[in-house]
T-cell receptor
Framework: AQSVTQPDIHITVSEGASLELRCNYSYGATPYLFWYVQSPGQGLQLLLKYFSGDTLVQGIKGFEAEFKRSQSSFNLRKPSVHWSDAAEYFCAVGAQKDYKLSFGAGTTVTVRA | ETGVTQSPTHLIKTRGQQVTLRCSSQSGHNTVSWYQQALGQGPQFIFQYYREEENGRGNFPPRFSGLQFPNYSSELNVNALELDDSALYLC????????????FGPGTRLTVT
């Protein structure tokens, strides 16, 4: 069964500093990987996805993520954080012939001035 | 292009009652997935509907049921509500059955007392 681990429950970062959120997945075949962001009281917004090809993927809002098969990881990065990036971030994994996304427990990002 | 919409926004029910939540999929999408997000957790997959048929189901009891209509909108029904059913219920639409980019609605916050 597929699963996702987000090791960091909460991260605090200064505005303008870089951000990296960790995601490790467990799946037997090539996974489909996603990062979503959720602002308080809101639904989930897709930041980026990886299906195949280039292992470094670019997303919206200046985010990027790198798929590393050898480490079963799909970490999310942003070079310079803005106050509006404060939110909860979820990593999710799916399978090509599956129908569901499996989500991690999320990482809450706080941005300090 | 209209995004995914859900109604109602908030709902308070009593244990043992029944509830119906509604979701309108994004224009051009024929697949709807439902997720339950308990407080402080990632979303958990309930089921997916593709072209009016249940396409897959997560680990939820039969008292969680659904429908998809010819216009691809969907309902989630929960019978015999329990306190643990209190959660944010998220609907996501996509352009085909299975794993593809899923676009989420804002959710319905259900409180069971």
């Amino acid at each position: 069964a597929q699963s996702v681990t987000q090791p960091d429950i909460h991260i605090t970062v200064s505005e303008g500093a870089s951000l990296e959120l960790r995601c490790n997945y467990s799946y037997g075949a090539t996974p489909y990987l996603f990062w979503y962001v959720q602002s308080p009281g809101q639904g989930l917004q897709l930041l980026l996805k990886y299906f195949s090809g280039d292992t470094l993927v670019q997303g919206i809002k200046g985010f990027e993520a790198e798929f590393k098969r050898s480490q079963s990881s799909f970490n999310l990065r942003k070079p310079s954080v803005h106050w509006s990036d404060a939110a909860e971030y979820f990593c999710a994994v799916g399978a090509q012939k599956d129908y569901k996304l499996s989500f991690g427990a999320g990482t809450t990002v706080t941005v300090r001035a | 292009e209209t995004g995914v919409t859900q109604s109602p926004t908030h709902l308070i029910k009593t244990r043992g009652q029944q509830v119906t939540l509604r979701c309108s999929s994004q224009s051009g999408h024929n697949t709807v997935s439902w997720y339950q997000q308990a407080l402080g957790q990632g979303p958990q997959f309930i089921f997916q509907y593709y072209r009016e048929e249940e396409n897959g189901r997560g680990n939820f009891p039969p008292r969680f049921s659904g429908l998809q209509f010819p216009n691809y909108s969907s309902e989630l029904n929960v019978n015999a509500l329990e306190l643990d059913d209190s959660a944010l219920y998220l609907c996501a639409s996509s352009s085909s059955g299975g794993i593809h980019e899923q676009y989420f609605g804002p959710g319905t916050r259900l409180t069971v007392t």
